[in-house]
């Protein structure tokens, strides 16, 4: 089993809508979380961390369910520029290694 | 502020052949690794290091040495070239207190 998975999509959604989706990390210990974008062929850029108590920077919001094992992102009022393949990571270890998940695709559409 | 940066950005090899994948930072970070990703694959690590002098294998190390004699270089090297090293490899430094990863633009590398 993969210590991150992730549903890969495509999520397809209209401009405008809101999309959610989830990750869920097999490591109990895992202290830290992240959500990341990847655009075709370009490097993973940090979109945000995710804290325990949840936190939103415009458009999206991540929350964390330690209960259950799972992050999530909500994007909400969907652009165009929002489709990309966004990676959930987890922190295992003390040094800070991280295990990426391997991406969930978005696809806003007109 | 330059980040991470890595050359060369994209490099044909024919299989045996070696080369080195350089890779730098400006942030002054310990802990930097290097990730290849497969076409519909996410990022396997190859090798990692929590500071100078210090590296460790990660999930692919095979056919790859890493060394870290500064702070802010980790070139990676390739022994001996092979078709299946053909991927895109990412270099990345990490915070040390947020543990917030930064990644390079990547080299594409084909191996014919």
């Known amino acids: 089993r993969k210590e991150v998975e992730q549903d890969p999509g495509p999520f397809n959604v209209p401009e405008g809508a809101t999309v959610a989706f989830n990750c869920t990390y097999s490591n109990s210990a895992s202290q830290s979380f992240f959500w990341y974008r990847q655009d075709c062929r370009k490097e993973p850029k940090l979109l945000m961390s995710v804290y325990s108590s949840g936190n939103e920077d415009g458009r999206f919001t991540a929350q964390l369910n330690r209960a259950s094992q799972y992050i999530s992102l909500l994007i909400r009022d969907s652009k165009l520029s929002d489709s990309a393949t966004y990676l959930c990571?987890?922190?295992?270890?003390?040094?800070?290694?991280?295990?990426f998940g391997a991406g969930t695709q978005v696809v806003v559409t007109p | 502020n330059a980040g991470v940066t890595q050359t060369p950005k994209f490099q044909v090899l024919k299989t045996g052949q070696s080369m080195t994948l350089q890779c730098a930072q400006d942030m002054n970070h310990e802990y930097m690794s290097w990730y290849r990703q497969d076409p519909g694959m996410g990022l396997r690590l190859i090798h990692y290091s929590v500071g100078a002098g210090i590296t460790d294998q990660g999930e692919v190390p095979n056919g790859y040495n890493v060394s870290r004699s500064t702070t802010e270089d980790f070139p990676l090297r390739l022994l001996s070239a092979a078709p299946s090293q053909t991927s895109v490899y990412f270099c990345?430094?990490?915070?040390?207190?947020?543990?917030?990863?930064?990644f390079g633009p990547g080299t594409r590398l084909t191996v014919t």
């Open positions: 990345a430094s990490t915070g040390t207190t947020t543990y917030e990863q930064y």
């Open positions: 990571v987890a922190v295992t270890d003390s040094w800070g290694k991280l295990q």
